[in-house]
């Protein structure tokens, strides 16, 4: 181990490669813009359909995160090993981890997975109205709003890689007694 692997904790036998990172950080930025495109469109479709404009406006910010997230994780490509990548790393870890766990857990599964659950199965009519208040949400009425908002569930997964490529940062200090010097 050179003395810039040590610096950074490094530790090579733990299965880290340059190629794995760099795996992980291309199916990060993949399933981040699959993700933007899902939700903008669901936020789209939802504003021409229920006219809607602040539907409409959410959707511009839903198509801007992805294109940062993937200009960040760029960053991190290009310059891992040095303060501009960690820097870059904290911040996807902060807006595709959790912010987009947050985003996704409150508009996919509160918004659509649960309250399709709710509606589908039977619940009273006064509980979904108190839960899902109009204007602001609407009882299933729209099959293709409410797949589209189901299948943002998909930020999960964007969420769970980019999630691996921080944990797979070169510098990160992991239990592993067979790495522990003794001193």
Known sequence: MNTAQ??????????????????LIVAAAISAVIAGLVSGGHHWY???????????????????APLLVVGLLYVYWRFMDNLAGRVALWLVFFSAVVFQAGFTLFECVYS??????????????????????????????????????????VGLV??????????????????????????
């Open 6 to 23: 040590r610096r950074i904790g490094y530790w090579p036998q733990q299965g880290r490669s340059p190629q794995r990172t760099k795996r």
């Open 158 to 183: 964007a969420a769970w890689f980019a999630l691996q490529v921080f944990r797979d940062r070169p510098w990160a200090q992991h239990d592993d007694s067979s790495n522990l010097s003794t001193s």
């Open 112 to 153: 659509h997975v649960l309250k399709n659950i709710l509606y589908f199965g039977g619940a009273p009519q006064s509980l979904l109205e108190w839960l899902y208040p109009a204007p602001t949400y609407h009882l299933p009425d729209n099959w293709l709003f409410e797949v589209l908002g189901v299948l943002q569930l």
């Open 46 to 64: 939802g504003a021409v359909a229920y006219d809607t404009p602040w539907r409409l406006q959410v959707s511009y910010w839903i198509a801007i």
